[in-house]
């Protein structure tokens, strides 16, 4: 995604709406890029630089604020998140080997996301499930008490 490719298109001038409504208001750089993820899905560069100019601020601080909040990413998200939960209770309980499962599944590493947009794998500290270990979510389905054979028709599931 080019700048050049950013301008003519109905996400660009939804994001242009979003910045003029929030130019003026003191310390809205955060809502403005949680706005920005939610048109995009995630902040490349390139809105990141729109966003900065936009609200006059350095590109330095937009990325400094990307970069240190978990909510934000710079990295494209699936249609599909999967969190693993590699806290201390669902680790125990065999979470890693479901990780290795799905990544193995879907060909792809935590943090990326599968060619056609469709999943995409984090791995995260805890979800307060802990009842339920070890967990994981598909967007908002929770999963719990699973096994690593468990896996392939979860996905299965997605695809269809």
Known sequence: MDNGCLKNDEKYQK???????????????IRVLHDAQEVYGYLPIEVQKVVAEGLGI???E????????AQFT???KGEY???VCLGTACYVK????????IQEELGIEVGDCTEDGRFSIEACRCI???GLAPV???????YGKKVPDDIPAIIAKYRE
């Open 74 to 76: 710079t990295k494209p």
């Open 15 to 29: 994001l242009l709406e979003i910045i003029e409504v929030n130019k003026n208001v003191r310390g809205s750089l």
């Open 62 to 69: 937009v990325y400094g604020v990307v970069t240190f909040y």
């Open 81 to 83: 998140r999967i969190s």
């Open 58 to 60: 350095p590109l330095a």
């Open 94 to 101: 065999g979470s890693d080997k479901l990780l290795d499962r």
């Open 136 to 142: 994981f979510t598909v967007n908002k389905d929770v």
């Open 128 to 130: 307060g499930a802990c």
